[in-house]
């Protein structure tokens, strides 16, 4: 049925033909909306992949060439924004140029629609590139929610201690590098001083039968001769126990005098020294170990704390940069909308 009508000022028509519908139909256009959604991600895909491979140009392994880390982190930033928002209005402006031409309605309702489609638009794109990329998302605020629980968990006694249980079961295994790794420092305390003098006491002779005469003579004894594979599992022995000692020592935040005083005797046993001087080598090394571990806490915390504050920043400006995009994808709908009614 074709009704004939006159243009109003108040109305977004023109005099013309319409057909009548019924009043229960949706005022969204859905084809236009996801034809703008589409065209959006399209677009912000080719347009990341050209960020991407510019940024690459930019940065270097080499601390003489390339940007810098800021330059490169604002240059991301100004590059993810301006994708938005140039994806973001081709979105809405297909999303408003693409709709039903609403007629018999008025004008303030025609921009409100209009600015509808532009921001369902936006959605939809938006929605949708979260879900392509969920596990990079995912990752991001992960590795915020574990900075920031790291950060709160240094500040407690008991974090702490944690935290200092498995950098010392980190430390007892020969996976890191340099003097850092708890059997090299277990290696140190066990070696000999080389100055420790050999034992020059005289040999007790033996008396054996004379062969020619019956009559006892006197040979010295033979050295007793020194078994390797005794000495290196003693060794492996000493250090094991040492090694249990120390780990559970920097577990309790304290090595008692008992302990000392048994490590040294392990320690005078296999070098050599006396007690004294040993038990001032595990004391040494126990304060060496301490202070490693301080160390290595901090330069965690650190980088806990930095890992947070970057993915705070970062968690802003996409913030900021799709909140860009909605508002670019709703005034380009308006403005489609526009060229849409004037046609």
């Given at each position: 049925?074709?009704?004939?009508?006159?243009?109003?000022?108040?109305?977004?028509?023109?005099?013309?033909?319409?057909?009548?519908?019924?009043?229960?139909?949706?005022?969204?256009?859905?084809?236009?909306?996801?034809?703008?959604?589409?065209?959006?991600?399209?677009?912000?895909?080719?347009?990341?992949?050209?960020?991407?491979?510019?940024?690459?140009?930019?940065?270097?392994?080499?601390?003489?060439?390339?940007?810098?880390?800021?330059?490169?982190?604002?240059?991301?930033?100004?590059?993810?924004?301006?994708?938005?928002?140039?994806?973001?209005?081709?979105?809405?402006?297909?999303?408003?140029?693409?709709?039903?031409?609403?007629?018999?309605?008025?004008?303030?309702e025609v921009y409100f629609r209009d600015t509808a489609h532009g921001f369902l638009s936006w959605a939809v794109a938006t929605l949708g590139t979260a879900a392509l990329l969920t596990s990079v998302i995912s990752g991001i605020m992960g590795?915020?929610?574990?900075?920031?629980?790291?950060?709160?968990?240094?500040?407690?006694?008991?974090?702490?201690?944690?935290?200092?249980?498995?950098?010392?079961?980190?430390?007892?295994?020969?996976?890191?590098?340099?003097?850092?790794?708890?059997?090299?420092?277990?290696?140190?305390?066990?070696?000999?001083?080389?100055?420790?003098?050999?034992?020059?006491?005289?040999?007790?002779?033996?008396?054996?039968?004379?062969?020619?005469?019956?009559?006892?003579?006197?040979?010295?004894?033979?050295?007793?001769?020194?078994?390797?594979?005794t000495t290196a599992a003693e060794n492996d022995a000493a250090k094991g126990e040492l090694m249990r000692i120390f780990v559970h020592a920097v577990a309790t935040d304290s090595l008692p005098q008992n302990d000392v005083e048994y490590a040294g005797q392990l320690v005078a046993q296999v070098t050599g020294t006396d007690q004294q001087t040993a038990e001032k080598r595990v004391a040494d090394s126990f304060n060496t170990l301490r202070e490693k571990l301080d160390e290595a806490e901090t330069a965690a915390l650190a980088a806990a704390d930095k890992a947070r504050e970057v993915t705070a920043y970062t968690s802003l400006w996409l913030f900021i940069s799709l909140l860009s995009g909605a508002f670019i994808a709703s005034l380009m709908a308006i403005y489609g909308g526009r060229q849409r009614d004037l046609n």
């Open positions: 049925m074709e009704t004939q009508f006159a243009q109003r000022p108040d109305n977004n028509y023109r005099e013309g033909i319409i057909s009548t519908q019924p009043e229960n139909n949706s005022a969204v256009a859905w084809c236009a909306v996801f034809a703008g959604a589409v065209a959006s991600a399209a677009l912000s895909l080719i347009l990341l992949l050209l960020g991407t491979g510019f940024g690459l140009t930019l940065v270097s392994p080499w601390s003489s060439e390339g940007i810098s880390s800021t330059s490169f982190g604002v240059s991301s930033i100004v590059g993810i924004t301006l994708i938005s928002v140039a994806a973001s209005a081709l979105g809405g402006y297909l999303a408003g140029r693409l709709r039903t031409r609403w007629l018999n309605t008025h004008n303030d590795s915020g929610v574990k900075a920031g629980a790291a950060v709160a968990g240094g500040a407690a006694t008991a974090a702490t201690s944690a935290i200092a249980s498995g950098t010392a079961a980190a430390l007892a295994s020969d996976n890191s590098e340099g003097d850092t790794t708890l059997p090299y420092l277990l290696d140190t305390l066990l070696r000999k001083d080389p100055n420790t003098a050999a034992d020059t006491s005289p040999q007790q002779p033996v008396t054996s039968p004379d062969p020619v005469d019956g009559a006892p003579a006197t040979e010295p004894a033979p050295a007793p001769q020194a078994n390797e594979n």
